[in-house]
C-alpha cells in the first residue's frame, strides 16, 4: 500500500494539518502529478531560481492546449472550504494560467508577471471524496510559466507556505474520466457526444423542443457521455416531442461551433420523446434532404495541408450522395462520405477525386481519414481500423487547393451531398496524424464500442 496517499494530509512540526499536496515543489513527480494530454504534456524544467533565491522552482512548459496541465488527486472532507495556491512567475511580460478544481469544474484564470507572486483559488466542497486539482493552460496557445511551492489548506486564505516531499512506491492514481483530449493534443475541431476533456466545462450541443421552440444547452454525464436525463427533461418523453440540434460545440477551445437556426435543416437528437441512439450512445439524426449545421468561415483546411478526420457515422442509403462533412462547403471543398454509386463506396472531393470501394454503407463505423499534404490520390482511408484501398482517382496527382470557407456537418456541397444518417463524432486535425492513428482508433472505440482490430 502507498502510505503516501492513503495518509491524504501532512502535519507540521506543530501538530496542525498543513499542505495537502505532495511533492510541492517538484512536478515531475509521476506518483503525485499527472501531466496531460498524455500523448502532448507539458515538459517540466528544474534549477529554476525560486522566490527563496535557491534554485527549487521548476518550468512547466505548457503545449498549445488549454488541457495542457500538471494535475494531482487529493482526498478531502464534505462542505469544506479550501484554498489552493502556488507561487508563479513568467521570464519576460505577462503570461495566464489557472488553478483549476477539475472535480467541481471551477477554474480561475491568474495572470503571471515577472515578479514571483503567490496565487490563490478558494473552493468548497460539496461531498467527500477524492477531488482533482490543475495548474493549467488558459487558451490552446503556449505558454512557459515558473512555479514554485503548490499548496492547498484548510481556509478561505492560503497559510503559511509548508513544503511537501514527493511520494515514495505505489502507482498515481487514475483520473476520473480520462477523454480524447486528455490524450491526445492539436485538435482543430472536436465535435462529439462524448465529453472532450474532463479539465474544461463543457456543453455538447445545443438543443431546440418541438413544444415551444425554447432552446437549452445539454452537457455531460459523470461517464463523459450526453446528459440524456437533462436532454429528455427538457424535450419531454411524450410521442410528439423532439429534439432538434441548433449548434454542435466545438469543443477543443478553438471556437469553430457548428450552428443551423433554419429549423426544417436541424438535426434530430430526440425522436418522439426517444433518444436517438445508435450502438447504444447518443447520435445525431440527419434526414438525407437538408439537415446540415455550418461552422461558418472556419477555415479548418486550407490549400494543400495535411489533416486528418476522424468520423464516427452511419449512413442508411447506398444508392445516394451521403456525404459526411465538407471542408468548405462549396463544390471547392472536400467532401467525404458515400459517393452515388450502385456499391458503397467512400470519396474524398476536391478539384479531383479519390475513391475508396469498402466503405459498408448502412452499418455504423468509424472512418479515419488522413492525407499527408501531397498530391490527392496520396489519401489514406481505415475503416473500423482496417486499411481502404483506393479504387479510382481523378486528377490525382494534382494537390487538394482548398478554398477557404465553412465546415459543414451532414452535407458537402451548397444543394447536395446531404447525410440521409447518423453522425456521433468529428475529430478534425490540420496535421497529418498517421503515427497517432491506431491510437486514436482505440480510443474512440473504447468509447463507441465498434470493434476494431
Not at 475513391?355 to 499527408?372: K, N, V
Request: proline share 3%; glycine share 10%.
Amino acid at each position: 500500500m502507498n502510505l503516501n496517499h492513503f495518509y491524504h494530509y501532512y502535519k507540521s512540526k506543530s501538530g496542525g494539518v498543513s499542505n495537502l499536496l505532495k511533492a510541492s515543489e517538484d512536478f515531475t513527480s509521476s506518483l503525485d502529478w499527472l501531466k496531460k494530454p498524455d500523448t502532448a504534456p507539458p515538459t517540466i524544467t528544474g534549477g529554476v531560481t525560486d522566490p527563496n533565491g535557491g534554485t527549487d522552482a521548476q518550468r512547466v512548459n505548457f503545449t498549445a492546449n488549454r488541457q495542457s496541465r500538471v494535475q494531482q488527486s487529493v482526498t478531502l472532507s464534505a462542505s469544506t472550504q479550501y484554498t489552493f495556491s502556488v507561487y508563479a512567475r513568467v521570464n519576460t511580460g505577462t503570461d495566464q494560467f489557472r488553478l483549476r478544481n477539475v472535480t467541481l469544474g471551477e477554474a480561475e484564470a491568474k495572470t503571471a508577471t515577472t515578479s514571483w507572486t503567490r496565487f490563490e483559488y478558494t473552493f468548497t466542497t460539496t461531498t467527500g471524496g477524492v477531488y482533482e486539482l490543475s495548474i493549467q493552460n488558459t487558451e490552446n496557445v503556449a505558454a512557459n510559466i515558473e512555479f514554485f511551492g503548490a499548496m492547498l489548506n484548510v481556509g478561505a486564505s492560503a497559510n503559511a507556505y509548508v513544503k511537501v516531499d514527493p511520494s515514495t512506491g505505489g502507482s498515481a492514481p487514475a483520473p476520473a474520466y480520462s477523454g480524447f483530449g486528455d490524450v491526445f493534443g492539436g485538435v482543430t475541431a472536436y465535435y462529439s457526444l462524448r465529453q472532450f476533456t474532463e479539465a474544461e466545462t463543457l456543453n455538447a450541443i445545443r438543443v431546440r423542443r418541438s413544444s415551444d421552440d425554447t432552446e437549452q444547452d445539454i452537457g455531460f454525464d459523470a461517464n463523459g457521455d450526453l446528459d440524456s436525463t437533462a436532454l429528455l427533461a427538457f424535450v419531454g418523453t411524450g410521442g410528439t416531442d423532439n429534439g432538434f440540434v441548433t449548434t454542435w460545440y466545438d469543443q477543443s477551445g478553438n471556437g469553430n461551433n457548428a450552428t443551423n437556426s433554419t429549423e426544417s435543416e436541424q438535426p434530430l437528437i430526440v425522436s418522439g420523446g426517444t433518444l436517438v441512439e445508435e450502438n447504444s450512445k447518443a447520435a445525431l439524426d440527419f434526414d438525407g434532404v437538408d439537415d446540415n449545421l455550418n461552422s461558418v468561415g472556419a477555415d479548418l483546411v486550407t490549400g494543400n495541408s495535411p489533416y486528418a478526420a476522424f468520423t464516427i457515422a452511419k449512413s442508411t442509403t447506398t444508392v445516394s450522395s451521403d456525404y459526411y462533412f465538407g471542408i468548405n462547403a462549396t463544390q471547392n471543398g472536400a467532401g467525404a462520405g458515400s459517393t452515388s454509386t450502385l456499391t458503397p463506396e467512400f470519396a474524398i472531393r476536391v478539384n479531383g477525386n479519390c475513391i475508396f470501394s469498402d466503405s459498408a454503407s448502412g452499418s455504423q463505423e468509424l472512418l479515419s481519414l488522413l492525407y499527408d499534404g501531397t498530391t490527392i490520390q496520396n489519401h489514406s482511408l481505415h475503416i473500423n481500423g482496417t486499411s481502404s484501398a483506393v479504387s479510382s482517382s481523378a486528377n490525382g496527382t494534382s494537390p487538394m487547393n482548398i478554398a477557404s470557407g465553412d465546415f459543414r456537418i451532414g452535407g458537402w456541397g451548397v444543394t447536395a451531398g446531404y447525410l440521409n444518417g447518423t453522425i456521433q463524432e468529428i475529430i478534425i486535425f490540420d496535421s497529418n496524424q498517421s503515427s497517432n492513428r491506431t491510437g486514436m482508433e482505440t480510443n474512440i472505440d473504447d468509447h463507441f464500442n465498434i470493434d476494431t482490430p
